[in-house]
């Protein structure tokens, strides 16, 4: 079992930044894959970025319209047991409850990670 809790989303206005933190317990964080995913009001929940397990890896979402890449950026710190998700320079289009997962698989797929957080709210006005 893991336990993450998500913290730092609110209101921000358009081009502003905002840092998420997720915290974990439970199993050995620094062994999992985690990643962060978003969902709108009437939309599916969407894949934001992935790190591996030791932080080589990083992967970001760019198959949509409004692509976080070079915007986004996602971090851990092992040590603290603690995810984070740094946004910049964001937009309307970034407005969402952002979740953090936690998983033995490095994946873009949400069905691919074990254990999810509450989500904290992010809105973005313009």
């Known amino acids: 079992q893991v336990q993450l809790v998500e913290s730092g989303g609110g209101l921000v206005q358009a081009g502003g930044s905002l840092r998420l933190s997720c915290a974990a317990s439970?199993?050995?964080?620094?062994?999992?894959?985690m990643g962060w995913f978003r969902q709108a009001p009437g939309k599916e929940r969407e894949f934001v970025a992935a790190i591996t397990s030791i932080g080589r890896s990083t992967y970001y979402a760019d198959s949509y319209a409004d692509s976080v890449k070079g915007r986004f950026t996602i971090s851990r710190d092992n040590a603290k047991n603690t995810l984070y998700l740094q946004m910049n320079t964001l937009k309307p289009e970034d407005t969402a409850v952002y979740y953090c997962a936690a998983g033995n698989i490095y994946s873009l797929s949400h069905k691919a990670y074990d254990y999810w957080g509450q989500g904290t709210q992010v809105t973005v006005s313009s």
């Open positions: 439970g199993r050995s964080f620094s062994s999992s894959a």
